[in-house]
């Protein structure tokens, strides 16, 4: 008897939420879609995500059977959460940037959101920003290089070429003098430690992690469980043939076993 999290990310960027989750949680079961076939999100039509999100999670409903599902995709999450809650019936928890937090801890009014293209320019941010940060200034940084960087490269990567990547974006959010930076794309939590060194320290570095953890967990506390497949922790993908060779090996460094295509 258990109760079944799903994740669901465009790659391997809802990793370290479900971590976050498992860590905190007993008595659930974990299971992980990336939306292989479609990586990257973050430079897509808001029609192309919503089709492509919607599609998928219904497949993943089907298949996996689970009682809540995190949407562990900045983009996805401020540009289709909406259309998944009409469509089905589980509940979700969407990740969205942390602009409520950010703004709460920033001296000085000024906040740094890092996160893909979509979800920078998405209206859904600017009502954010406008409901929880609006005597701040919210300066925006997106590279879909990073992202790309994070989903092949980040277990294998040496630390010089990590923080050569991320230079660019530590560097315009110093030159704007932000004291606190919002890592609003899943992937970039991969690079916390690093951006953290470079961008120094006075400036803090902010992911929703905790917030949507906790979200989780009180919509968890209302559900029942039930008895599951017994399948226990999986990984899956959308598409095998997309597949980085280390999507593999990256899913048994959480705990899942690499469950193929869904
Ligand atoms: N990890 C995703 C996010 O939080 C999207 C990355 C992408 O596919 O562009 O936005």
Redesign the pocket.
């Known amino acids: 008897m258990s109760k079944v999290v799903g994740f669901y ?6 990793l370290p939420y479900l971590e976050w989750l498992k860590k905190h949680t007993t008595g659930c079961s974990f299971r992980y879609l990336a ?1 292989s076939a ?7 039509t808001e029609p192309e995500i919503k089709s492509i999100v919607a599609e998928s999670i219904g497949r993943f409903i089907e298949s996996e059977h689970p009682d809540l599902i995190v949407i ?7 540009t289709a959460l909406e259309l998944l809650r009409q469509k089905y019936s589980i509940p979700f928890v969407g ?1 969205v940037p942390a602009i409520k937090p950010a703004a709460a801890i920033s001296r000085k009014k000024s906040i740094g959101l890092f ?5 920078v320019s998405q209206l859904y941010t600017k009502n954010l920003i406008d409901t929880f940060a609006s005597g701040c200034t919210v300066s925006k940084f997106a590279m ?1 290089e990073i ?2 960087f994070v ?1 092949k490269n980040i277990f294998t990567a040496a630390e010089d070429e990590i923080t050569r990547i991320i230079t660019p974006a530590a560097d315009f959010f110093k030159k704007q003098g932000v004291d606190t930076v919002i890592l ?5 939590v991969y690079l916390e430690d690093t951006f953290k060194k470079v961008l120094g320290s006075t400036i803090s570095v902010i992911d929703s992690r905790e917030g949507v953890g906790n979200r989780a967990i009180s919509l968890l506390e209302k559900i029942k469980s039930h008895a599951d497949d017994g399948k226990g922790d999986m990984f899956f993908v959308t598409s095998i043939e997309k597949m980085p060779g280390n999507y593999k090996s990256i899913s048994s460094r959480y705990g899942l076993s690499f469950g193929g295509e869904i």
């Open positions: 990310d465009s790659g391997i960027g809802g939306e479609h990586f990257p999100f973050g430079t897509k562990a995709c900045n983009t996805a999450s401020v990740v996160a893909t293209n979509k979800t879909p992202v790309a989903e609003g794309c899943t992937h970039f």
